[in-house]
């Protein structure tokens, strides 16, 4: 029995490089564009890092994190969110003492040992990004509107809804989540087995519940912004009003409540009807006071982290991997030995071509080139040695017409410059 990958672990194949491509680049561009600068974070940190920042009640520290002991007996775990990470590098390398807000973002593999389904993998990747050291409303409202752009670059805005929330200062949650135990712990029984543990361990992530069952009661349940201080109530305020100077369009959804634990004021998330129940696209909020509790500088932040697999089911099967523009076909030994230095000069000049290695068959070489989506097949045999020629094939429409070989390196990366050049 051949081995098998791991479930809900998969392969990105060579069709889907692109589109990933196309995903990472875009980060790339829109965040550097905002100023931030990529930071490349291990895969594994020790677990206290994970248990003291994401929560040890949330459902990831309970359930999803890929713990083991390494050979000394510490107690390690692949990272299941890059935000913990990020932040104890910020305070292992003295972040603090550069102009705030540093702006810092990271790509990469994450790990959850949740059940997979369509969109929801043991590894998946993320785009994170943290803004750390300003607690000013506008920096919320940048980070969110950089969010948004990302979307718009891949041509995806149209089919995404932002939804943001405030789910208050530190000293908010302790007193809803107190009234929302109030309203639930009575209707209980009418909440499903999943709700009914959440409600001892962290009531606000009933709100979150996709069960129809347990929507009726939901509906009906306290709103987390009649909870807030004036002074969280005023920084949803700012935030807002700077998304609506942006002209960016949201639905405030008190709903929101994330489903990590270090979360105080905004939280927004970005959902998709496209996907079935894995919705969310990207999520994030402001964590102010998180620093501190790693054991840092009382500095504030916000981030968010995109859902890369998500993206890249929304893109769909858009044009895949550029073709070659040609395949060099020697019949021969010595045909090959001139077109091995031929396509080494054209590739150095950025023309993507393949070379056949005299082995095969004309036709078996020509069908080969027509399963690659090559616009052309150069053929060299004997005869064209002799006369210093090589013979070029336009694969869609049959016509021939004979190149120097002195100049082929040349002409092949015209072709290639050529819009449209591979089929
Ligand atoms: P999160 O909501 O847990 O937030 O994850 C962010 C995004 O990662 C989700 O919206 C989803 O698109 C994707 N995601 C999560 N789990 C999976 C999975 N098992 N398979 C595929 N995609 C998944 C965070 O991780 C926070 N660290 C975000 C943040 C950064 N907050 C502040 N800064």
Same mark, same amino acid.
């Given at each position: 029995m051949p081995i098998k990958a791991v479930r809900g672990v998969r392969d990105i194949l060579p069709a889907e490089s692109p589109r990933w491509q196309r995903v990472e680049a875009a980060g790339r561009s829109v965040f550097e564009a905002y100023g931030y600068r990529e930071i490349r974070l291990p895969l594994f940190e020790r677990t206290e890092l994970f248990a003291r920042g994401i929560g040890e009640a949330t459902d990831i520290v309970q359930k999803e994190m890929y713990t083991f002991e390494d050979r000394s007996g510490d107690s390690v775990t692949l990272r299941p969110e890059a935000t913990a990470s990020l932040l104890r590098a910020y305070i292992e390398h003295g972040f #603090?003492? #550069?102009? &705030?807000?540093v702006r810092l973002y990271t790509m990469g593999p994450m790990f959850r040992y949740e059940r997979p389904q369509a969109g929801r993998y043991r590894q998946f990747h993320q785009a994170d990004v943290e803004a750390l050291g300003e607690t000013h409303p506008a920096v919320d409202a940048e980070v969110i509107a950089m969010l948004m752009d990302f979307f718009g670059a891949l041509g995806l805005a149209d089919r995404l809804e932002l939804h943001v929330n405030s789910i208050g200062d530190a000293g908010t949650r302790p007193a809803y989540r107190a009234r929302l135990l109030d309203y639930f712990a009575p209707r209980s029984? =009418?909440?499903c087995p999943e709700c009914r543990g959440r409600l001892d361990r962290n009531p606000l992530r009933v709100l979150d519940c996709k069960t129809p069952g347990c929507q009726p009661v939901i509906e009906k349940a306290p709103s987390i912004l009649d909870s807030l201080t004036a002074e969280a109530a005023e920084h949803f305020e700012r935030v807002r009003a700077c998304l609506d100077a942006m002209g960016i369009a949201y639905t405030v959804t008190p709903r929101l409540v994330r489903g990590l634990d270090y979360y105080v004021r905004t939280t927004f998330e970005v959902l998709t009807t496209e996907l079935g129940a894995q919705n969310a696209v990207a999520g994030g909020g402001r964590y102010d006071g998180l620093i501190e509790q790693l054991g840092g500088p009382p500095d504030p932040g916000i981030g968010f982290a995109i859902g890369l697999e998500r993206v890249v089911l929304l893109l769909g099967? =858009?044009?895949?991997a550029a073709a070659p523009v040609a395949v060099l076909i020697p019949l021969g030994d010595a045909a090959l030995s001139r077109l091995l230095g031929i396509a080494r000069e054209a590739r150095r000049r950025g023309a993507r071509v393949e070379l056949g290695y005299?082995?095969?068959k004309l036709q078996r070489e020509l069908e080969r080139t027509n399963r690659l989506g090559a616009g052309f097949a150069v053929i060299v045999g004997d005869d064209e040695l002799a006369r210093g020629q090589a013979l070029l094939r336009?694969? &869609?429409?049959g016509a021939q017409r004979g190149v120097p070989l002195e100049g082929l390196a040349d002409e092949l990366v015209g072709l290639a410059a050529r819009p449209g050049a591979a089929r």
């Open positions: #603090q003492v #550069q102009p &705030k807000p029984g =009418e909440l099967d =858009e044009a895949s005299g082995t095969r336009e694969m &869609k429409s």
